[in-house]
């Protein structure tokens, strides 16, 4: 829940066919500093929401609707894998992160990620 303009602790999004996260049709703004929008719904994303589920008729789905915006999502992801990632470097274990090239060591932990890790994930 948002209060008073504060981050969100925890955020439910759903991906559309059309490629929009959260109701933020491509191309959405990455540069909205706001935390929510009022945002309108194109053609795809009302007829996935039928298709879904969700509604019986097309003339039932709203054509606008309130979303957080993508800044906001970020934000709630990134702060959500940071979290996880505390809870695990305080464990015995060393969290499976990529490092930043211009991070103190990063060559040699992701290299130690690139061994542990390239056959199990295809993209490496």
Request: proline share 6%; with cysteine; net charge negative.
């Amino acid at each position: 829940m948002l209060r008073n303009g504060s981050e969100p602790d925890l955020v439910c999004l759903g991906i559309g066919v059309n490629g929009h996260i959260a109701f933020n049709d491509p191309p959405a703004d990455f540069s909205d500093p706001a935390l929510v929008q009022v945002v309108t719904l194109d053609h795809a994303s009302r007829v996935q929401q039928v298709d879904d589920g969700c509604f019986n008729a097309l003339d039932e789905v709203p054509t606008q609707a309130v979303t957080l915006t993508n800044l906001t999502n970020a934000y709630a992801l990134n702060a959500t894998m940071l979290r996880a990632v505390e809870l695990v470097a305080d464990s015995v274990m060393e969290p499976p992160l990529w490092r930043s090239g211009c991070a103190p060591g990063c060559d040699e932990a992701n290299g130690r990620f690139l061994a542990r890790f390239r056959d199990r994930v295809r993209k490496l």
